[in-house]
């Protein structure tokens, strides 16, 4: 048989707006920075919005409030990710407050400090390995099994682009997001087909906090774009991912190109 054309139907290279409308999304460390931006551009999208915080109440009562302005249900939790429980019953909680199961989850809270091998205590590592890593692992899990054989998702993980390369400033954090990198190829052939694991590999978009002078480390001119990644932008790759229903395992980096000047 010979064939000599193949006929599909038209596709889009962008999402019209709104193609994620009556969506659940539950968001971690979303009151303020790079989550209320993520957390932001879903609600634009018709995503109701589980907003996860810990200590950033306040910030998380205005961030939710400018979330509903776009018509979206919203509802906040606390919980302290670096507790396994909490971290895993936080899943079940959005499914319960929502009366529906989380579709989208995106593991943006993170623990961020330097410290070196040498005087990196079994504690720190700990503490690290739990919020970076294992919390993200429960909470996909726990998805997967709200969502059932037939429902389908998908998880964005937030990592470090200058953690997914050797570093002795950081040595606790950028094991627990190297870490997370392998979490991400490994969950994506764990949990598929229903549900797509990508995840953001991030430049200097925001100075730490508390600030400990790393971004004032970073040079524009050693940047192949010279130039630095905008939160917004951020929030437009994540749309990106979640649109293209052929990405999974992947890592998109948002940089300007930093990695390659390495």
Request: charged share 25%; aromatic share 6%.
């Amino acid at each position: 048989m010979t064939v000599d054309r193949i006929v599909e139907k038209p596709s889009r290279t962008l999402p019209e707006r709104g193609f994620l409308n009556g969506r659940l999304a539950l968001v971690t460390g979303a009151a303020r920075r790079i989550g209320r931006q993520l957390a932001l551009a879903l609600a634009e999208q018709g995503v109701d919005i589980v907003l996860h915080h810990n200590e950033s109440e306040f910030e998380a009562t205005m961030t939710a409030d400018e979330l509903r302005g776009h018509g979206v249900r919203v509802e906040l939790v606390r919980a302290h990710l670096g507790d396994s429980f909490r971290a895993e019953d936080l899943v079940y909680r959005a499914a319960d407050i929502m009366d529906r199961p989380v579709d989208i989850l995106v593991n943006n809270a993170a623990m961020y400090y330097p410290g070196t091998a040498q005087d990196t205590s079994v504690r720190t590592w700990t503490e690290f390995q739990n919020v970076n890593l294992r919390a993200p692992w429960l909470m996909a899990r726990t998805m997967a099994e709200t969502l059932g054989p037939d429902g389908t998702g998908d998880v964005i993980n937030l990592n470090d682009a200058a953690a997914l390369r050797p570093r002795a400033d950081h040595f606790a954090y950028t094991m627990s997001k190297w870490a997370l990198h392998g979490l991400t190829k490994n969950l994506a052939v764990a949990l598929a087909p229903n549900i797509r694991v990508n995840e953001l590999a991030l430049g200097s978009v925001l100075p730490p906090e508390p600030s400990t002078g790393d971004y004032e480390h970073v040079v524009r001119e050693d940047i192949p774009l010279e130039r630095f990644p905008k939160p917004e932008e951020v929030a437009s790759a994540m749309l990106y991912l979640l649109a293209n229903a052929s990405l999974t395992g992947q890592t998109l980096y948002l940089d300007g190109g930093e990695n390659l000047a390495q």
